[in-house]
């Protein structure tokens, strides 16, 4: 037996328009089974489960989405569902993680950066040090010129008892100052 598709996206539509999210998203699922790789059906999913207030089935169903379009190279798309998910639940690690990887493959750097940033704030106050130096870390190989994230990530070396990997990064970051011209800051 085939699935006609128009019909059961015209009884999700008669549905959702009576606000009755339950058999709204009973219908769709149906057109899930049918093509499980159908990504706009698993976005609608996801809305109307924003709409009724289920956060974590909303955030379940908008992660595949993203991971969809980012297997399908649409770093675009996927960032945009990743954000979306960042204002329903703002504690996603792991969607901040993926947020910056797609910011990497769009070539958005600076955006990249700010994401590894707040994921190594998060891993370093949780007291996951190894975590948070790993992020910073990434920091400097993604922009390697950029002062302030090597001196960060200098400064929280040191702090993490790891002395000859920041004097390292510090002596990396002199030598920027100095190539840059800045003699003052690199006498410093």
Do not use: W
């Amino acid at each position: 037996m085939s699935l006609d598709r128009n019909k059961v996206l015209e009884a999700a539509q008669k549905y959702l328009a009576k606000g009755q999210y339950d058999k709204a998203i009973a219908e769709y699922q149906k057109v899930l089974q049918a093509d499980p790789k159908d990504v706009r059906t698993l976005l609608k999913i996801g809305d109307i489960h924003t709409k009724k207030g289920s956060t974590r089935e909303a955030c379940d169903a908008y992660l595949k989405v993203g991971e969809a379009y980012t297997q399908q190279g649409f770093h675009l798309k996927a960032v945009a569902v990743y954000k979306q998910i960042l204002k329903l639940d703002p504690q996603r690690i792991d969607v901040y993680l993926k947020l910056a990887s797609n910011y990497e493959q769009l070539e958005l750097t600076s955006d990249a950066i700010q994401t590894y940033e707040q994921v190594a704030a998060v891993y370093l106050q949780r007291n996951e040090v190894d975590k948070g130096l790993q992020m910073l870390g990434k920091m400097t190989q993604l922009d390697p010129q950029n002062l302030p994230v090597r001196i960060r990530y200098a400064e929280a070396l040191s702090k993490a008892n790891r002395t000859a990997d920041a004097a390292r990064e510090f002596e990396f970051g002199a030598n920027l100052l100095k190539q840059q011209g800045r003699i003052d800051d690199y006498i410093k």
